[in-house]
C-alpha cells in the first residue's frame, strides 16, 4: 500500500522568481547565499568552512538551484551521485508566505490578493483592535506596527505584563500576530484572543493570526516559547489532503501542517518542536504507518529562527545537522514509497529587512516511477500535489503537472 513522505525545509529558496522585482526581492537567493558565506569563511561557535550538506546534494539540491539561478551554489557540487530526481518550483499564488506556499503545494494555489496591513505606523485598523479588545475583555494593546516579533516583545514585554495590554504586531506578511505572556496573560487566554482576532480578520482577508506566547522577566530578558498557534483562514476549495482523507487515507501533519490547512483533512495532528524533535515525530510517524499514508512535515526552524532573524551561521548549522539526519529517513522508505523534500517560499538571511523573499523552492522527489535527474523548472508548486496524488491513484487535481509524467 502506497506510502508517502513530504517534508517541507520551511523558507529554503534557491533563487529569486522572475517576479521576484514586485516584492522587492530580485536577487534574493537563500541557499546560494548561505553557500557564497560560508564558501568565504563564514564561521562561529558551531562550524566553520563551506556549506556541507552530501545528502541535500545526491538528492538534487544543487542542480535545483543550478536551473533556478544557472550556477551551482558555491562549495557544492555540480555532479553529484544523484539519489533521486530534481526540480525548481515557481509559484503562482499572489505572494510569498507560508500558506500560500503550502496551499499551492496541495492543488490550490491562491490566485487573489491577501489583505495586509501596510501603513506605518498604526498598520492595523483602530476598528479591529477596539472591536477585538471589546469582546476579549482586555484594556487595550500594545505596538500595532510593523515588528520583528523578538525585538517587539524586548521592548513591550514589561509593559505588557504591567498592563495586561497584548502586543498585537505585523509584517510584510497577510499576517496578524498577538504576542502575551504565558503566566501573566495565561496561554488558553491568548488562544482565546486569537480566535477571536481570526474572526475579525475574515473581513480584511487576512491569512494567519499568530499566537506568540513568551515567557520571561525584565531582569533576565523575556523569550519566545514553542507554544505558537497559527490561525488560518479555512482553504477556500478542497486540496489533496481533502482529497486524500475522503479516500480513507490517513494524513499525519507533523509542526504547524495542521493549523496552515485549519486542520482541515488531517487524520492526525502531531505538535512537535525544534529540528529534532520535528524529526523524531516524523520518524516515529512512518514506522507507525503499516498501510497508506502521508506523512506532512514542516521545518519551521529554518524560517522562524534563521531566516527571519538573519542569522547566516545558524541557518548553515541547522541545515548541516538536518542533512546528517537523513539517512534515517532512507532506511525506513520501502522501494514503493515517494519521498518529497521542498519548501515553501525563501526567507534570504543576507536579505535586508526580515522578512519572506520570493524565490524558486527545490523540489527533490525519491521514488517509484522516479528515477534520477531533472524534472526542470515548474509553473507551479501544485505539481508537488499532483505527484502525490498520481502516487496514492487518485484522479488527478485541478492544478499541477506530475513529476512521474516527465520520468
Known amino acids: 500500500m502506497p506510502r508517502a513522505v513530504l517534508w517541507i525545509l520551511d523558507s529554503l529558496g534557491i533563487g529569486a522568481l522572475p517576479d521576484a522585482g514586485d516584492f522587492g526581492d530580485a536577487g534574493a537567493d537563500t541557499l546560494g547565499h548561505i553557500a557564497a558565506q560560508c564558501a568565504r569563511g563564514l564561521a562561529d561557535a558551531g562550524r566553520s568552512g563551506p556549506l556541507r550538506i552530501p ?23 555540480p555532479n553529484p551521485d544523484l539519489i533521486a530526481a530534481y526540480a525548481a518550483g515557481r509559484e503562482r499564488s499572489t505572494g ?32 479591529l483592535l477596539a472591536t477585538l479588545a471589546d469582546r476579549s475583555g482586555v484594556p487595550g494593546w500594545l505596538g500595532n506596527r510593523h515588528a ?9 514585554g514589561s509593559e505588557h505584563v504591567a498592563s495586561g495590554k497584548p ?26 484572543l486569537c480566535e ?12 494567519r493570526v499568530i499566537a506568540r506566547p513568551f515567557t520571561g522577566d525584565a531582569t533576565n530578558g523575556y523569550r519566545r516559547t514553542h507554544h505558537r498557534r497559527d490561525f488560518s483562514m479555512p482553504p477556500p476549495g478542497p486540496t489533496l489532503l481533502d482529497r486524500l482523507h475522503e479516500a480513507g487515507i490517513t494524513v499525519t501533519g507533523i509542526g504547524k501542517i495542521a493549523d496552515i490547512f485549519a486542520h482541515r483533512g488531517i487524520s492526525e495532528a502531531i505538535a512537535a518542536h525544534g529540528i529534532d524533535g520535528l524529526y523524531d515525530a516524523s520518524l516515529a510517524a512512518l514506522r507507525r504507518a503499516r498501510g497508506d499514508g502521508l506523512i506532512f512535515a514542516n521545518f519551521v526552524d529554518f524560517d522562524a529562527e534563521y531566516g527571519h532573524r538573519r542569522d547566516v551561521a545558524g541557518y548553515a548549522r541547522a541545515l548541516e545537522h538536518f542533512d546528517r539526519r537523513l539517512p534515517e529517513l532512507f532506511d525506513l522508505l520501502r522501494a514503493d514509497d515517494l519521498l518529497i523534500l521542498a519548501a515553501d517560499h525563501g526567507n534570504d538571511p543576507t536579505w535586508p ?29 501544485a505539481d508537488i500535489g499532483q505527484t502525490l496524488a498520481k502516487h496514492f491513484g487518485l484522479p488527478p487535481l485541478d492544478h499541477g503537472k506530475a513529476l512521474q509524467d516527465l520520468a
Not at 148 to 155: C, D, K, R
Not at 355 to 377: F, K, N, Q
Open 96 to 127: 510569498k508566505d507560508t500558506t500560500s506556499g503550502h496551499w499551492e503545494m496541495m492543488g490550490l494555489p491562491v490566485l487573489v490578493e491577501w489583505g495586509y496591513f501596510r501603513n506605518e505606523p498604526e498598520s492595523i485598523p483602530h476598528e
Open 353 to 381: 529587512g526580515s522578512d519572506h523573499t520570493r524565490e524558486h523552492i527545490p523540489i527533490l522527489v525519491r521514488g517509484p516511477a522516479m528515477g534520477t535527474g531533472s524534472r526542470g523548472i515548474r509553473d507551479s508548486f
Open 196 to 207: 477571536h482576532a481570526r474572526e475579525l480578520c475574515d473581513r480584511w482577508r487576512i491569512g
Open 55 to 77: 545528502w541535500l546534494e545526491r538528492m538534487g539540491i544543487a542542480r535545483a538551484a543550478w536551473l533556478a539561478t544557472g550556477s551551482v551554489p558555491a562549495g557544492l557540487s
Open 148 to 156: 520583528s516579533g523578538t525585538q517587539i516583545i524586548a521592548e513591550l
Open 167 to 192: 502586543i498585537i504586531y505585523t509584517s510584510a506578511d497577510s499576517v496578524l500576530q498577538i504576542a502575551c505572556h504565558e503566566q501573566a496573560f495565561g496561554l488558553q487566554r491568548l488562544y482565546a
